[in-house]
C-alpha cells in the first residue's frame, strides 16, 4: 500500500512532490490522489514526477515554473539538476497585475510582548549597549573594549556588545556613502539603549560626516571619539560605556501590541523542505504581524529572482510596482555588469538538499512573506517608515542581509533553515529548522522546529507556537545565538578599493 507520508504537494497544480525521506526505487507512493511508482532512489528533500513531462516542458511546483525540462521525464522519476534547468536569463518585462491580499491574524496567538520604547516612538526587543566602528582599523579595539566593559558594567543591561567590519577607509563614492548609511541605521536602532562610536581619526569614513548623515540621532544616548586624539582608548571607552549604562539602565520593559514589532525575514542554508514547511509557517507569522499593523520585512533580492512577479502582483499600487521592478531590475544588471549569470544560485548545499533552480529556490524563499500587500520598498541602509510588508534590498549573503535587516529596524529575526547555520546577528535570531532531523541533530543552533507540518500538524497551529516564541523572544527571551554568543555584522562591499 502507498504511504501518504512518503511525499509532500504543495499545490494541486503541480507536476513534482517533495521525499519527506528516502525513498528506494520501485515504491509505490502517492499524494493528493496521484500514485507512482519510483523508477530509482530518490533522496529526503529531492522532487518525484508525478506525471510525464516532455522534454521543453516547463515544471511546476508552488502552482508556478520551476524551471523547464531538458530531457522527457517519466512520472515516478527524480527531478533534479539532470534534467530541469533554469528559465531565467536576464532583465524581463513585467506586467502590473494586481491582485486582492489581505493579511490574516492567527486566532489564540500572541498579541502583545514586553518591549523598551524609545525617545524616537520605536520599539526595541532589547535593552543593549553597542559599540560600533566608522572604520576597520579599530575592529580589535572595540572587541578588547567591549570585553572590558561586560566585566566592570555587564550586569546593568541586557548585553554590551561591539559590530566591528573591515570597512571605512579606501572608499570612494556610493560605496563609501552605503557603509555610512548602514552604520548610522544601526547607530538608531531601537534594541541599542546606548552607542558608542570609535573611530581612527584619518579615515574615509569620517565621524562627523556620519553623525552629519544621521541628524535623528538621539545625542543623549550616543557618544564617540577618534582613537589618535585621545591619550588611553580603553580608559576614554569605557569612561563613555558608564556613562551610556546609567542611562540605559534607568529603562523599562512594558506592554506594547505587535503593531509595535519589526521582523525581519531570511532564510539560509536552504534545503527541499524550506519551501513547503519552515517558510510558509514564518509566511503565516509574518501575515498575523501584519494584521495586527506590525512590519515584517523580506530581503535577498537576488532569491526573489523567477518569483518577483508573485511579489508584484501584492504591490499595494502602482508606485510600489515600480520601485520593485526598478530594485530587481538594478540587481540583475550588477550581475550582469560583473559578467555573472543572474541564475547562478542555489548553492551546493541547496543542490544537495533538493532544490533545482533558482526559480525554484526563490519560489519557495517568497514563502516567507506570506500573502500580504507589498507596501513599502527599501533601498539598502534605508529604515522602515510604514506598517506592514516591506521589501528591502540586500543581496543573499546571510551575515550582510540579515545586517540590513537589523539596520531597517527588525528588533527580531526569523531566520530559516534546512542544513543549518550557528550565525547571529546584531537583532535577536530565531532559527527555524525546515526538517526535524535537523532540530534533533542541532538543538544547540535551532530554536523551533518547523519540520512538524511535514507530518501532519496545521500550518496555522505551527505558525502560532512560532508567533508566541517570537513574542517571548521580543519580551526578553534568550535565543540560541544569543547563548552562544554568536553576534556578528557584514557590510556589502561595492565599489573599487583605493
Known amino acids: 500500500m502507498p504511504d501518504h507520508k512518503d511525499l509532500h504537494g504543495v499545490d494541486p497544480r503541480d507536476d513534482v512532490a517533495t521525499a519527506l525521506h528516502d525513498l528506494a526505487a520501485g515504491a509505490t507512493i502517492a499524494v493528493g490522489g496521484v500514485e507512482v511508482t519510483l523508477r530509482g532512489g530518490v533522496g529526503q528533500g529531492h522532487k518525484v514526477a508525478l506525471r510525464s513531462i516532455a522534454k521543453g516542458e516547463q515544471v511546476i511546483k508552488y502552482g508556478w515554473p520551476i524551471g523547464v525540462a531538458t530531457q522527457a521525464i517519466e512520472a515516478g522519476e527524480h527531478v533534479h539538476t539532470h534534467n530541469v534547468k533554469t528559465l531565467l536569463e536576464g532583465v524581463e518585462e ?12 492567527l486566532p489564540g496567538a500572541a498579541a502583545s510582548f514586553e518591549g523598551y520604547r524609545r525617545a524616537s516612538g520605536r520599539v526595541g526587543t532589547r535593552n543593549e549597549i553597542w559599540v560600533l566602528c566608522s572604520v576597520g582599523c579599530v575592529a580589535q579595539t572595540s572587541r578588547r573594549l567591549v570585553e572590558l566593559a561586560e566585566k566592570r558594567f555587564g550586569e546593568r543591561v541586557d548585553g554590551i556588545h561591539a559590530f566591528p567590519h573591515p570597512y571605512g577607509c579606501s572608499q570612494l563614492g556610493d ?26 581619526g584619518c579615515e574615509n569614513n569620517q565621524i562627523d560626516a556620519l553623525l552629519e548623515s544621521a541628524p535623528d540621532l538621539d545625542r543623549e544616548r550616543l557618544r564617540y571619539f577618534a582613537t ?11 569612561d563613555m560605556i558608564g556613562e551610556l549604562v546609567a542611562i540605559a539602565e534607568r529603562d523599562k520593559r512594558e506592554t506594547v501590541p505587535l503593531s ?43 532569491e526573489v529572482f523567477g518569483a ?18 526598478t530594485v530587481v531590475d538594478d540587481f540583475k544588471n550588477y550581475f550582469i555588469a560583473h559578467d555573472q549569470p543572474i541564475y547562478e544560485n542555489p548553492s551546493p548545499g541547496n543542490k544537495a538538499g533538493g532544490i533545482t533552480t533558482l526559480d525554484e529556490k526563490s519560489l519557495g524563499a517568497v514563502q516567507k512573506a506570506g500573502r500580504s500587500a507589498v507596501v513599502e520598498v527599501l533601498r539598502y541602509g534605508e529604515q522602515v517608515r510604514e506598517h ?37 546577528f546584531p537583532a535577536p535570531t530565531l532559527k527555524i529548522a525546515s526538517n526535524t532531523p535537523l ?16 507530518t501532519g500538524e ?18 526578553g527571551a534568550e535565543t540560541r545565538s544569543e547563548r552562544n554568543a554568536e553576534r556578528e555584522i557584514a557590510i556589502w562591499k561595492q565599489g573599487v578599493t583605493v
Open 175 to 200: 560605496d563609501l556613502s552605503h557603509t555610512r548609511d548602514l552604520i548610522a541605521s544601526l547607530a538608531r536602532h531601537p534594541n541599542a539603549g546606548g552607542v558608542l562610536l570609535i573611530g581612527l
Open 308 to 325: 518577483e512577479q508573485v511579489l508584484m502582483s501584492r504591490a499595494k499600487d502602482r508606485a510600489i510596482f515600480d520601485r520593485i521592478q
Open 458 to 475: 496545521p500550518m496555522d497551529q505551527a505558525a502560532a507556537r512560532l508567533l508566541d516564541l517570537v513574542a517571548k523572544t521580543a519580551s
Open 388 to 424: 506592514g510588508l516591506t521589501l528591502l534590498e540586500a543581496p543573499g549573503n546571510d551575515a550582510v542581509s540579515s545586517t540590513a535587516l537589523t539596520a531597517a529596524g527588525a528588533t527580531v529575526i526569523l531566520f530559516t533553515t534546512g542544513r543549518g547555520t550557528p550565525m547571529g
Open 228 to 238: 589618535q586624539m585621545v591619550g588611553d582608548e580603553y580608559e576614554t571607552g569605557l
Open 94 to 105: 513585467y506586467r502590473y497585475d494586481p491582485i486582492d491580499t489581505a493579511p490574516e491574524p
Open 439 to 454: 532540530a534533533e541533530r542541532k538543538p544547540g543552533w535551532i530554536d523551533f522546529d518547523a519540520g512538524t507540518v511535514l
Open 260 to 302: 509595535e514589532l519589526v521582523i525581519g525575514l531570511k532564510c539560509g542554508g536552504s534545503d527541499g523542505f524550506s519551501g513547503v514547511s519552515a517558510n510558509p509557517v514564518v509566511g503565516r507569522v509574518a501575515d498575523a504581524v501584519a494584521a495586527a499593523g506590525g512590519t515584517p520585512v523580506l530581503t535577498e533580492i537576488p
